[in-house]
């Protein structure tokens, strides 16, 4: 089947790109021994995961329990829920999953570690912590050496919890444009963890792990970096968003729709906001990326000096990649203008 031929709006997804964005991302990592990690949340795709896994990724990060069990059931074996689980039945299905595979969760308070305690005790299992570290995000995370020691304390004081090191994402630096601030803020945060580091060592704390990062950070690691894991995710698929921020890797992901108006002014296709993500901005047309766009609930509009009829089929960048995958059931792969697989998005919708 040739592309030209999917009804739409269809999310297509070139797997020659995939596959170099993949190895662009270990060939940057693995010299300076830092691990891929990558994030579950662009995709939502198990099939995606395991391609990433056999790329060379290490585990999968998540960030729900929903997601984590849709990894565990596919076999995925290290999974890493990079947020805090608080609710009484949720807990008790972390403490079973626990059992399945090796599942890390983030803490931030004492509680918190209780109860994850009383929950893999429940069922005879270990329930691997990161500390949560305020970088900057203000989202979670305690925000001093003093309190990181407390509670990694108190995860090694609890016998069916095992610490794993510190969660520190920078949330705020993804999309940050000013490439000298992006450096410049990277590397504060480098510094603030290397001191949390020397801290926790003189109290007798050895840290295995420093997780996070992102895909706007992942080319600021140096041979220095107090990480050894990575988070990053729109990596794989790219998107208009990151392209302002200017990351090296390549557009992957793109929504095929066709065009049902046109004059010689403007292009209007069937791809509208509920079929893209646009909390990030708007898509971009490929062939026309310098076109404005306006959209509406069934409709979007490039205004631009026109060469398409209608029944014309259009690539569109999503303005942000990992909303615009939660809103598809199912993914087409494509390689030289061919469909060869159409795999599920098995955690649409997965927000618990």
């Known amino acids: ?39 579950y949340k662009s995709h939502k795709c198990t099939a995606i995961a395991h391609m990433q896994l056999a790329g060379g990724a290490k585990g999968i990060t998540c960030a729900k329990l929903s997601e984590a069990e849709d990894l565990i059931q596919s076999g995925v074996e290290d999974v890493l829920i990079a947020n805090q689980v608080v609710e009484p039945a949720k807990l008790m299905r972390l403490g079973y999953l626990a059992g399945c595979c ?13 109860a994850l305690e009383s929950a893999a005790a429940a069922f005879g299992t270990t329930i691997h912590c990161l500390v949560e570290y305020e970088v900057g995000m203000r989202r979670c995370g305690v925000a001093t050496p003093q309190e990181a020691l407390a509670l990694a304390e108190a995860v090694l004081a609890a016998p069916h919890l095992s610490f794993l090191g510190i969660q520190a994402y920078a949330g705020q630096l993804s999309h940050a444009e000013d490439f000298a601030r992006r450096s410049r803020e990277a590397a504060r945060i480098e510094g603030r963890l290397r001191e949390l580091l020397a801290f926790l060592h003189e109290n007798g704390v050895d840290v295995p792990e420093v997780s996070g990062a992102s895909t706007g950070t992942v080319e600021l690691r140096g041979a220095d970096t107090a990480y050894t894991e990575v988070q990053a995710g729109t990596y794989l698929f790219m998107d208009a968003a990151y392209d ?86 199912a993914i087409y792969f494509v390689r030289d203008g061919r469909v060869v697989d159409r795999v599920p998005v098995t955690s649409r919708g997965k927000s618990r």
């Not at 999310?11 to 990690?37: C, F, H, K, S």
């Open 244 to 329: 302002r921020v200017g990351v090296g890797f390549e557009h992957s992901l793109f929504l095929l729709s066709t065009v049902v108006s046109a004059d010689a002014e403007h292009v209007v296709c069937d791809a509208g906001l509920k079929t893209i993500g646009v909390d990030q901005g708007n898509p971009v047309f490929a062939d026309f990326p310098a076109a404005s766009v306006n959209m509406s609930e069934e409709h979007c509009v490039a205004h631009c000096a026109n060469r398409c009829a209608a029944g014309d089929k259009l690539r569109l960048i999503p303005g942000h990649c990992c909303t615009t995958v939660n809103l598809f059931d």
């Open 102 to 114: 090796r599942l890390s969760v983030c803490v931030d308070t004492l509680e918190n570690i209780r």
């Open 1 to 39: 089947m040739f592309v030209s031929q999917l009804e739409t709006p269809a999310l297509i997804v070139d797997l020659d790109v995939l596959e170099r964005n993949q190895t662009r991302a270990m060939d940057l990592l693995r010299p300076l021994g830092v691990a891929l990690r990558p994030h």
